[in-house]
C-alpha cells in the first residue's frame, strides 16, 4: 500500500472523479442529495442537525466535517451540534439495547417463527434484573439525551427517528416516531427527516469513493 493515510480532507476533493466515471448514477445522487436536505416542512438547520447525527452513526468522516460546516453556518450553535450527536449516540446504542429482546427469545429457545413483534419489547425490562446496573445507567443517559435542552423535545424525536431508520432498529423506529408525533411532529415532517437520514445513509457510501479511487490508483 503506497500511502497508509486512509482518511485526509483533501481526498474529497477527487469525488467529482465519480461524475465522469458514472455520470447517470453521480447526477441523479446529487438531484437527490440536495433535494432531501433542502428546507421544506423542516429548516434547513435542523436537516442539517440531523444531518450531522445521522453522518456520527454511518462514522463517515467526510459527512461529519461537511454537515458540522453546514451547520453552523446555518448558525446552528456548538450546544445543539453536541446535543444532536448525544442522540445519536442513545439512538444507536438504543438499537443494541433493543435487540436484546431478540437475544432473550432466542436465549429461551422461543418456538415462534417471528423475528420481530412489537410485543416483544416488553422483555426489555429483563434486563434490568439480568444486569441492572448498567441497564438503569443506560436508561438515565437515554432519558437525559432526548431531554428538551438547546435542541427541542420535538426536533430530538425527529432526530432521533431519522437515526433509527440509519441504524434499522424496528423497535426505535416504533418507539420514536410514536414520540415525534406526540411531540406535535406532523407526517410530513417526519418523512422528511426520514429522507435526511437516507440521504446520509446514502452519501456515506458515495463519500467514502474517494477512499476507493486511492486504492485503485494505489501501485
Not at 416483544?120 to 432526548?146: I, T, W
Not at 408525533?181 to 422528511?192: I, P, R, W, Y
Request: glycine content about 6%; proline content about 2%; charged content about 25%.
Amino acid at each position: 500500500m503506497g500511502n497508509d493515510l486512509l482518511y485526509a480532507k483533501s481526498y474529497f476533493e477527487r469525488l467529482p472523479e465519480l461524475g465522469d466515471l458514472a455520470p447517470e448514477a453521480f447526477k441523479a445522487f446529487v438531484a437527490f442529495d440536495k433535494k432531501a436536505l433542502e428546507p421544506g416542512k423542516l429548516d434547513g438547520k435542523l436537516k442539517e442537525l440531523i444531518a450531522v447525527a445521522v453522518a456520527h452513526v454511518t462514522g463517515c468522516p467526510y459527512c461529519i466535517d461537511v454537515h458540522v460546516k453546514n451547520v453552523k453556518k446555518q448558525e446552528a450553535t456548538k450546544e445543539e451540534v453536541s446535543e444532536a450527536i448525544l442522540v445519536a449516540t442513545a439512538l444507536k446504542a438504543g438499537s443494541s439495547i433493543a435487540h436484546s429482546v431478540n437475544a432473550l427469545n432466542t436465549y429461551d429457545e422461543k418456538g415462534d417463527d417471528a423475528l420481530y413483534k412489537a410485543s416483544y419489547f416488553s422483555r426489555l425490562k429483563e434486563l434490568s434484573n439480568l444486569s441492572e446496573g448498567a441497564f438503569h445507567a443506560f436508561v438515565d443517559f437515554d432519558q437525559q439525551s432526548m431531554k428538551e435542552g438547546a435542541i427541542s423535545a420535538k426536533d430530538k424525536e425527529l432526530i432521533a427517528v431519522a437515526v433509527a431508520h440509519t441504524t434499522g432498529c424496528p423497535y426505535c423506529i416504533d418507539v420514536h416516531t410514536k414520540g415525534a408525533k406526540k411531540q406535535g411532529a406532523s407526517k410530513e415532517e417526519v418523512a422528511e427527516a426520514i429522507f435526511v437520514a437516507t440521504a446520509l445513509k446514502a452519501g456515506s457510501a458515495i463519500a467514502h469513493s474517494v477512499n476507493a479511487l486511492n486504492a485503485y490508483d494505489d501501485e
